[in-house]
Every structure is written in C-alpha cells, then in structure tokens.
C-alpha cells in the first residue's frame, strides 16, 4: 500500500508560481512511476508529467513543458511540482499519483489515470488573469 498527501495549492496571478508537494508513504519500489494529474470539473483527469522514483527524464504534457518541473528527493520520500508562469488555463485540482506496474525505463510513462493504482486527497490551484 502506498499513501499520498499533496500540500502546496493555492490562490496566484497568472504569470507567478507555486510549488506542490506529494509526501509518498509505504512501500515504494525502485520502478515506480511518480505522476502529477489535473482536473477541472466536468472533465477528466488530465496528465501533467511523470517521472520515475529513482529520477533522471520527466515526460511533460505539451500544455506545461517549459513551464512545470517534476522532480523527487528520495530521502525525503517526497515529490514536487515546479509550477512556474502560471496561466488561468492551470486552474484546477492537482492529484499526485503512483504507478507499481514494472515495466523498462526505456519506454515512457503511462499518461492515462486509470493507470495509477495509488491517488493523493489533491490540492486546489486557481490562477487569476
């Protein structure tokens, strides 16, 4: 079982930036996929980027890339969203998410929700013009 507790939302003008926070508990493999997920309602859950728990390559949705950064720190069992020039198009609920399937690093993460096993509660964001 894997816990997960997002932290970081909050109220910003377009243009500023915010930092969220997934405090990951339980038992974490190696292997496992660390995503980040958006939803505004009435919609899906949107992917945002990923990245595995050991680091190295984020695979970004072509909405952030060049604007959000995903990164770990293992050590402290947590991983953050670097969410910079922020736009109202970025307001939503932001959901950190891990995948347990093993499969090669080679290959990029998966982009579909029903693909993470393990959900944090989400942290709102909204973005003001």
């Known amino acids: 079982q894997v816990q997960l507790v997002e932290s970081g939302g909050g109220s910003v003008k377009a243009g500023g930036s915010l930092r969220l926070s997934c405090v990951v508990s339980?038992?974490?493999?190696?292997?496992?996929?660390v995503a980040w997920f958006r939803q505004v309602p009435g919609s899906e859950r949107e992917f945002v980027t990923a990245?595995?728990?050991?680091?190295?390559?984020?695979y970004d949705a072509d909405s952030v890339s060049g604007r959000f950064t995903i990164s770990i720190d293992n050590a402290q069992h947590t991983a953050y969203l670097q969410m910079n020039n922020l736009e109202p198009e970025d307001t939503a609920v932001y959901y950190c998410?891990?995948?347990?399937?093993?499969?090669?690093?080679?290959?990029?993460?998966?982009?579909?929700?029903?693909?993470?096993?393990?959900w944090g509660q989400g942290t709102q964001v909204t973005v003001s013009s």
């Open positions: 998410a891990v995948d347990q399937t093993y499969y090669s690093a080679r290959y990029p993460p998966k982009t579909l929700s029903h693909d993470y096993a393990y």
């Open positions: 339980g038992r974490i493999n190696r292997w496992d996929t």
């Open positions: 990245i595995k728990w050991t680091g190295g390559s984020s």
